[in-house]
């Protein structure tokens, strides 16, 4: 009889230390995933904050000149400069005029040169970072 309760003991104990092994196992993993999702959540917390600290820039409206206001279909007396760049972008896109092999260029048709009459000195292709100097004129 000494011999079943020696084996029933045995027994149990190996099943409890595997039991603890088990629980041991489950720990360091668990371990490990919380380490994994602090980090995150600390990576995601300084992206956030980076973008938050970010300069917040609005722009004052501007009167433009009857060239622009016609050009743009305004109804409104004022636009903003970003206003008056992405009308000015759209239509060169919307009209293809940007340049094959330079996509940065584009040419100037009719509708353009009237706007721009005063500044293209005879250019007969613009970029796009120039219409900001050449829009300076006609926004008050």
């Given at each position: 009889?000494t011999e079943v309760t ?40 300084k992206k956030t904050q ?69 500044s293209l000195n005879g ?18």
């Amino acid at each position: 009889m000494t011999e079943v309760t020696e084996t029933t003991q045995s027994f149990s104990f190996d099943n409890l230390l595997n039991s603890v092994n088990e629980l041991s196992q489950s720990l360091s993993t668990i371990k490990s995933d919380v380490k994994k999702l602090e980090s995150d959540y600390q990576r995601t917390l300084k992206k956030t904050q980076k973008q938050n600290s970010k300069r917040k820039f609005t722009e004052k409206p501007k009167t433009p000149s009857k060239a622009l206001s016609s050009f743009m279909k305004l109804s409104e007396e004022t636009t903003t400069r970003s206003e008056a760049i992405r009308s000015v972008c759209s239509y060169v896109k919307e009209k293809n005029l940007q340049c094959e092999n330079n996509r940065r260029n584009f040419t100037v048709d009719k509708t353009l040169k009237k706007l721009f009459s005063d500044s293209l000195n005879g250019r007969k292709e613009l970029s796009f970072l120039d219409v900001n100097s050449l829009l300076r004129t006609h926004l008050s």
